[in-house]
C-alpha cells in the first residue's frame, strides 16, 4: 500500500512538472518536455494523453521537423476555467474576472462607504457576482476566488486586523465561501500586489523584489529568491507601520510616528486641504501640479521625501534587486521619483543600493487584482481534486 501511494504521488508530481513546461514553453511537443524533464518519452506521452483528457492541454497540429516525424505540437488550454480576484480597498473595491493564465477577460469597480462589515462584504459579493455572470463557458467554470485585504489575515482566512478599515476579526473567507460555494483565499494586498508584479509585471525576471503598495496606507510585499516571503507567522510586510519619527503622529496601530501617516494617500489628502480648490484624491492633485501650482510641487515633494526615507529602511534592511512602486499614488509617478531617488541617493548605505532598480508598477492599478486571482488559480491547481 505504501509503494501504491509513492507512485500515485510521484505520478502527480510528474503530471504537474509536464504541465508547468507546457504553461510556460507552449508550443512545445512531447519529445521537447521528454528532453527537458529527464523523463522517458512513453511518461511523458501517458502524462500528456491525461492532461488532455483533462481538457487543461490541447495538440495544436504538427510543428516543424528536425529531421524526423513532424512532432504534435501542445498547448496550454488557459480558458478551461477561470478566476476571480478581489482588491478591498478603504473606499472601494475593485475585481477582476482572468482566464488560468491570468489574462483579464472582465474588471468591475465598485465605491463603498465602510458603513459596516455586512454592507461592505455585502458590496464585496455583488462585484464577484457581477464577475461570474460574465463568464465565458469552460470545462472548469469558476476555480476559485482571491481576494487581497488592506490588513492581516490567517490561514482560516479571518481578517485579524485592518486598521485603515476599522476590522478585527472578520471571518471573510467563511463568508464568501458559504455564499458562492468556491475555494476562496485571502491574503494581504500587498502581497498579492508582490505576486502580480512577480507573475506579470516588472518583477518577472527578478529574484528578489519589494512591492511597496502606497495608497490609504502602506503595505509591502516581500519576494526572496523567487518566493513570496509570509515570516514565521504568516504577518510579514507591515513596513508601512514601522516608525519613522519617534515622537511622531498617534496611529490606528498603536504605534507613533508610523511611515504612512507621513507618505500615504491619505495622509497627503490631508495635507492638501490647505491648498487651492481642497484636492480630495490623486487626480486632483495631480491637475493642481500640472497647472504648476507651488504648494502642490512642494507637498508632491515633501510626500516623495518621506517616501524615499521609509524605502531606505526598506533597502538596507533587505538590500533587494528591485523595488516596484504600486497603488493610487503611482499617478504621481513624474513628481515623487525625483525626491525620492534625491532621498535614496543622500541617505542609503550606498553597498546596498548598488544595482538597484526603483520604478513604478506598470500593470495600471492591477498588481493586487492580479496576484489575487493567482492564488486562487494556484490552489486550484494545487488542489488533489483536479486530475493533474
Known amino acids: 500500500m505504501t509503494q501504491t501511494g509513492d507512485l500515485n504521488l510521484m505520478k502527480q508530481i510528474n503530471k504537474s512538472i509536464v504541465l508547468e513546461h507546457v504553461k510556460k514553453h507552449a508550443p512545445i511537443s512531447r519529445a521537447k518536455i521528454a528532453e527537458i524533464t529527464g523523463l522517458t518519452k512513453a511518461t511523458v506521452s501517458t502524462l500528456v494523453h491525461e492532461l488532455i483528457d483533462s481538457r487543461l492541454v490541447q495538440e495544436i497540429g504538427e510543428g516543424a521537423s528536425s529531421g524526423g516525424r513532424k512532432p504534435m505540437m501542445l498547448l496550454f488550454n488557459h480558458t478551461a476555467g477561470y478566476a476571480v480576484g478581489v482588491e478591498l480597498g478603504v473606499g472601494h473595491i475593485s475585481a477582476v474576472l482572468t482566464d488560468l493564465a491570468g489574462h483579464i477577460v472582465e474588471h468591475t469597480e465598485a465605491a463603498h462607504s465602510n458603513d459596516?462589515?455586512?454592507?461592505?462584504?455585502?458590496?464585496?459579493?455583488?462585484?464577484?457576482?457581477?464577475?461570474?455572470?460574465?463568464?465565458?463557458?469552460?470545462?472548469?467554470?469558476?476555480?476559485?476566488?482571491?481576494?487581497?485585504?488592506?490588513?492581516?489575515?490567517?490561514?482560516?482566512?479571518?481578517?485579524?486586523?485592518?486598521?485603515?478599515?476599522?476590522?478585527?476579526?472578520?471571518?471573510?473567507?467563511?463568508?464568501?465561501?458559504?455564499?458562492?460555494?468556491?475555494?476562496?483565499?485571502?491574503?494581504?494586498?500587498?502581497?498579492?500586489?508582490?505576486?502580480?508584479?512577480?507573475?506579470?509585471?516588472?518583477?518577472?525576471?527578478?529574484?528578489?523584489?519589494?512591492?511597496?503598495?502606497?495608497?490609504?496606507?502602506?503595505?509591502?510585499?516581500?519576494?526572496?529568491?523567487?518566493?513570496?516571503?509570509?515570516?514565521?507567522?504568516?504577518?510579514?510586510?507591515?513596513?508601512?507601520?514601522?516608525?519613522?519619527?519617534?515622537?511622531?503622529?498617534?496611529?490606528?496601530?498603536?504605534?507613533?510616528?508610523c511611515w504612512e501617516l507621513y507618505a500615504s494617500e491619505q495622509a497627503m489628502l490631508q495635507q492638501a486641504q490647505m491648498l487651492p480648490g481642497r484636492p480630495t484624491d490623486v487626480a486632483a492633485l495631480a491637475r493642481l501640479a500640472e497647472q504648476d501650482n507651488p504648494e502642490a510641487a512642494a507637498l508632491l515633494d515633501q510626500t516623495g521625501y518621506y517616501l524615499g526615507v521609509g524605502l531606505i529602511n526598506v533597502i538596507n534592511t533587505f538590500n533587494p534587486e528591485q523595488i516596484i512602486i504600486g497603488g493610487s499614488m503611482v499617478a504621481l509617478k513624474q513628481w515623487l521619483l525625483p525626491p525620492i531617488l534625491q532621498c535614496i541617493q543622500q541617505r542609503s548605505l550606498p553597498l546596498t543600493r548598488a544595482g538597484l532598480e526603483i520604478e513604478f508598477s506598470a500593470l495600471r492599478g492591477r498588481s493586487t487584482l492580479l496576484g489575487a486571482a493567482s492564488f486562487a488559480i494556484t490552489r486550484f491547481f494545487a488542489s488533489p481534486k483536479v486530475s493533474v
Open 116 to 257: 459596516s462589515v455586512d454592507a461592505v462584504i455585502h458590496r464585496l459579493i455583488g462585484c464577484i457576482e457581477e464577475m461570474r455572470g460574465r463568464a465565458p463557458d469552460g470545462p472548469y467554470g469558476i476555480v476559485g476566488i482571491g481576494i487581497g485585504i488592506p490588513g492581516i489575515a490567517d490561514e482560516r482566512g479571518h481578517v485579524l486586523f485592518a486598521p485603515n478599515l476599522g476590522w478585527e476579526g472578520v471571518p471573510l473567507r467563511a463568508r464568501i465561501e458559504e455564499h458562492f460555494r468556491l475555494p476562496v483565499v485571502i491574503d494581504n494586498e500587498a502581497n498579492a500586489g508582490a505576486l502580480g508584479e512577480k507573475e506579470f509585471g516588472a518583477g518577472v525576471n527578478t529574484s528578489h523584489l519589494i512591492y511597496v503598495s502606497v495608497s490609504s496606507g502602506i503595505g509591502t510585499g516581500v519576494i526572496i529568491n523567487g518566493q513570496l516571503y509570509r515570516g514565521v507567522s504568516g504577518f510579514s510586510g507591515e513596513i508601512g507601520h514601522t516608525s519613522i519619527e519617534f515622537n511622531g503622529r498617534a496611529c490606528r496601530c498603536g504605534n507613533v510616528g
